[in-house]
C-alpha cells in the first residue's frame, strides 16, 4: 500500500507511514504516499552519471526503437493499469484518454524519430552559412543533447499520459527523465514506472520516479537540467520563480490551466449541423474525465441571438449523462479525484455564479448510495455580460462551463483574449470568412485552434485532445510554452550551438556532407557501396557529354514538352533569359543520370526522389556536361537498408554549375552476401 520512490534502480520503501490515498467512489483507501521529502539529489545526481552516458551510448535510431517497443509494452498490458485507475474516479473511456493516449504518444515519437531524426547523436539545424568572401570560413547550428536530467512536476489528472508525453521526447534526445507526480493519482504512475521498470527496455538512470514530500526538490537543478512542469497557473508562478531556477537559467516550461474557450458561428444557428456539432462538443468536454482536463472548454461564447436554444440545447443534452460509479459500464461521467478537488470546485462555482446564474445542474446535489464519493453533476453557468470578470479568471476544474453571449464576431479575438492566454479554442462555424477572421484575431493568445464543420467533424480529434505531432502548450496564463508535441519537444532537450570554422571542419563535427569540404574520388563507383561501406564525402565525378540539337528535338518529341524555348528558334531568341533554344531542365537531369548511373545490380535499390533541385544556368546545344555526386547523409530505415541523400552538381564546360539538386537513393545496409 506504502508507494515507493524508483531510484537509481532500486525501489525505495519509506520510512514513515505515510498519508492515505482515497478511491474517489467509495472513500476507501487505495494506497499510502510518504511525508519524507524525496531523494531529489540522489535521483539527479543518478540521472547525469549513469543515465546520461548511457542514453547518449546509444544513437537516434536505438532510442526510438526502443520508444516503440515500450509503447507496445505498455499497451500489452494496459488492463493493469485500467484496473486501478478507476480508484481515480475515471470511466473506461476517460482511462483511455491516459493511458491508451500516453502509449500512444510513445509510440508516435517512436515512429517520428524513426523517419526524422539522423543516425548518430547531432541535429544540425538549417542551413550552412558562409561567412567569408571565399568558400573556406562557414558555420552552421548543430543541436546535442543536454547533460543534466529533465525533472517532470506533473498534475494529478494524467498520470499516465503526462508523464510519458514528457519522457518520449527527453529519452528520444538523449536526456534521462526523474518524475514526480502529483499525490492524487500517485498510485497509477507507480504502477506504470514499475511496468516500465519490469520491461528492463531502458538504459539504467534514463527514468526514475520520487514519491513524498517536495521539500528541496528543484534546489539541486542546475544549468544543464530542464524542469518541465504541468499543474496550475499559481504553482506554475512559484516553480518559475525558485532560487536555483533563477540562478541557473534552468530550462523552464510549465503547461499550465487555461479557461479554454469554443465559439459558436452566427451561420450555425438550430437545424445546422455546425449547431448539433457545437452542443455536443460542449457537453462532450464538460463531462469527459469529469471536466478535469486542462484543455476542457470553460467558456462557451455563442450569438446573443441564440443563447436560449444553446443553453436549452445543452441542459437536453447534459441530462443524459449518467453520472456514477466509473466501473458500471453505464455511467458516462465518474467522480472527481477527491473531495478536497470537489470542494474546490464548488467554491470555484460559486465565483462564477456571482457574475451571472446557475443554468444546469445543482452542485450540491448527492448521489444516493455513494454519498462517499466525490460526485458531482455537470454545472452550466449562465453569465449574460460576456467581460464579466471571473468567467475569464476563474478556473473550475471539474464538470464546468460558463455560457456567454456575444453580440457580434468582431468583438469576439478582445472576448478570448480576456483569458490571458489559452492552450486550445475552438471555432464551430461553416462561414469560412469568420473562421479566418476569428482564428487570425486569436491566434495570438492560444496554443492550438481547432475549426470544426460538417466537413471535418467525423474525423476530427476534438476540441480537448493534444496532439503528439501538434503544439501543445499556450501563451500567457497557460503557462508561456510551446515545447510539447512534435519533433520541437525533442529539440527542446537539447542545447543549440553555432559551430564556425572551414568546411573540413564543419563536415567532420555534423557527420554531414559540407560543399567544399575535402572530396574522395572512390575506386569503385559509390553505387557499388552499401549503407555500411559508404563515408561522407565519398564522390564520383562522371565523364562529359555534349548536348546536342537532335538530343533537344528527341527528347521535345518523345516527352511532349515542345515548349517554345526547346524548338523555335526565333521565338526563343526573343526569350530574355535564353535568347536562343535552350536544353530542357529534365533532359540535362536525365543526362546527368546516365552519366552517373552504374547499371548492374548491387547495393542501391531505388531512386526516391530529389530535393532541392534548381537549374542556374541555361545549357544550348553544343554545350558539354558532367556530374558530380557525393554522398551526402546516410539514414537508416529498417535493419536491411537506408536512405542515401546525393549531393549532385551539373557543371558545364567551364565549371559554371547548370543544375544542383540532391538525389535520394535507398541502399542495401549490407554488402550482399
Ligand atoms: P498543482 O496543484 O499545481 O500541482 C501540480 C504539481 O506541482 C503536483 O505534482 C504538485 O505536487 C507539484 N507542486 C506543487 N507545489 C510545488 C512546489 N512548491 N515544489 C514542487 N512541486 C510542487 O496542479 P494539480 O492540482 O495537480 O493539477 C490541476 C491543474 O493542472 C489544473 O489547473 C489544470 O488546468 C492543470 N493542468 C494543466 C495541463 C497542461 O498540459 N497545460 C495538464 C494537466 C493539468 P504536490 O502536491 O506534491 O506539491
Known amino acids: 500500500m506504502l508507494l515507493e520512490s524508483w531510484v537509481a534502480g532500486r525501489w525505495r520503501t519509506p520510512e514513515d507511514e ?14 499510502r504516499l510518504s511525508t519524507t521529502p524525496v531523494p531529489a539529489a540522489e535521483a539527479l ?6 543515465g546520461g552516458p548511457a542514453l547518449r551510448a546509444l544513437d537516434f535510431p536505438q532510442r526510438a526503437a526502443i520508444l516503440k517497443a515500450l509503447g507496445l509494452h505498455l499497451m500489452e498490458r494496459k488492463e493493469q493499469l485500467y484496473e486501478i485507475s ?13 493511458i491508451d493516449g500516453g502509449a500512444g504518444t510513445v509510440l508516435s515519437y517512436a515512429s517520428r524519430g524513426r523517419r526524422e531524426l539522423p543516425a548518430g547523436n547531432v541535429v544540425v539545424d538549417g542551413a550552412l552559412e558562409r561567412l567569408g568572401k571565399g568558400a573556406s570560413f562557414v558555420g552552421r547550428h548543430v543541436l546535442t543533447p543536454m547533460r543534466g536530467a529533465v525533472l517532470q512536476v506533473n498534475a494529478f489528472n494524467f ?3 503526462g508523464m510519458l508525453e514528457k519522457l518520449a521526447p527527453a529519452f528520444l534526445a538523449g536526456v534521462p527523465s526523474v518524475v514526480k507526480p502529483a499525490p492524487q493519482t500517485a498510485y497509477v504512475t507507480e504502477r506504470c514506472v514499475r ?30 537540467d530542464l524542469l518541465s512542469f504541468t499543474g496550475s497557473a499559481g504553482t506554475a508562478a512559484r516553480l ?19 479557461l479554454n474557450a469554443c465559439v459558436l458561428g452566427p451561420d450555425a444557428r438550430p437545424g445546422t449541423p455546425e449547431f448539433e456539432l457545437f452542443v455536443r462538443e460542449v457537453a462532450r468536454e464538460m463531462t469527459a474525465k469529469a471536466g478535469q482536463k486542462c484543455t476542457a472548454i470553460r467558456r462557451a461564447f455563442v450569438p446573443r441571438g441564440l443563447a436560449d436554444d444553446v443553453e436549452e440545447s445543452l441542459r437536453e443534452q447534459l441530462a443524459k449523462v449518467v453520472v456514477g460509479d466509473p466501473r458500471d459500464e453505464a455511467t458516462r461521467m465518474g467522480a472527481l479525484v477527491s473531495l478536497e478537488q470537489r470542494d474546490a470546485v464548488r467554491s470555484a462555482v460559486g465565483r462564477l455564479v456571482e457574475d451571472g446564474r446557475l443554468a444546469v445542474g445543482d452542485p450540491d446535489a448527492g448521489l444516493p448510495g455513494l454519498e462517499r464519493g466525490a460526485f458531482l453533476p455537470p454545472l452550466l453557468i449562465r453569465v449574460d455580460d460576456a467581460r464579466a470578470r471571473a468567467p475569464h479568471a476563474v478556473e473550475a476544474f471539474g464538470p464546468v462551463a460558463t455560457l456567454l453571449p456575444y453580440d457580434g464576431v468582431a468583438q469576439l479575438p478582445d472576448l478570448l483574449a480576456l483569458g490571458a492566454g489559452s492552450l486550445v479554442a475552438s471555432v464551430v462555424s461553416a462561414d469560412l470568412d469568420v473562421v479566418r477572421d476569428l482564428v487570425l484575431g486569436a491566434a495570438a493568445h492560444h496554443g492550438r485552434i481547432l475549426v470544426l464543420d460538417s466537413t471535418s467533424a467525423k474525423e476530427s480529434t476534438g476540441h480537448g485532445s493534444p496532439l503528439p505531432v501538434l503544439v501543445h502548450g499556450g501563451p ?22 553555432a559551430v564556425q570554422g572551414s568546411p573540413d571542419v564543419l563536415q567532420a563535427v555534423t557527420g554531414v556532407y559540407t560543399r567544399g569540404a575535402r572530396r574522395e574520388e572512390t575506386e569503385q563507383h559509390p553505387f557499388r557501396l552499401s549503407m555500411s561501406e559508404l563515408r561522407i564525402g565519398d564522390t ?27 524548338t523555335d528558334e526565333a521565338a526563343a531568341a526573343e526569350n530574355p533569359l535564353f535568347g536562343g533554344i535552350v536544353a530542357h531542365g529534365y533532359l540535362i537531369l536525365s543526362l546527368a543520370a546516365g552519366l552517373f548511373v552504374d547499371p548492374a545490380p548491387g547495393p542501391v535499390l531505388a531512386n526516391t526522389g530529389l530535393d532541392r533541385l534548381r537549374f542556374t544556368k541555361p545549357v544550348k546545344p553544343g554545350d558539354t556536361i558532367r556530374a558530380v555526386l557525393t554522398c551526402a547523409a546516410k539514414t537508416p530505415r529498417t535493419p536491411q537498408q537506408g536512405e542515401v541523400r546525393w549531393d549532385v552538381q551539373v557543371l558545364d564546360r567551364e565549371d559554371a554549375v547548370v543544375a544542383t539538386y540532391e538525389l535520394l537513393t535507398m541502399v542495401s545496409a549490407q554488402p550482399r552476401g
Do not use: C, K, N
Open 86 to 98: 478507476f480508484a481515480t474516479g475515471a470511466t473506461r473511456r476517460d482511462s483511455a484518454i491516459d
Open 45 to 50: 545526481a543518478f540521472a547525469r552519471d549513469t
Open 540 to 566: 564520383v565525378v562522371t565523364a562529359s557529354r555534349t548536348v546536342t540539337r537532335e538530343d533537344v528535338d528527341h527528347f521535345a518529341e518523345f516527352t511532349g514538352d515542345t515548349f517554345y524555348a526547346h
Open 159 to 161: 498520470p499516465v499520459w
Open 476 to 497: 500567457g496564463r497557460a503557462g508561456g510554452g510551446e515545447e510539447l508535441g512534435g519533433m520541437r519537444a525533442v529539440f527542446h532537450h537539447m542545447q543549440r550551438t
Open 195 to 224: 511496468l516500465i521498470a519490469e520491461s528492463g527496455l531502458l538504459p539504467e538512470g534514463s527514468l526514475q520516479l520520487l514519491l513524498g514530500d517536495v521539500d528541496g526538490l528543484l534546489d539541486g537543478l542546475t544549468g544543464q
Open 240 to 258: 518559475r520563480a525558485h532560487p536555483a531556477v533563477v540562478a541557473s537559467s534552468v530550462r523552464f516550461t510549465a503547461e499550465a490551466d487555461s
Open 18 to 31: 505515510g498519508l492515505p490515498l482515497r478511491d474517489a467512489t467509495t472513500g476507501e483507501e487505495v494506497a
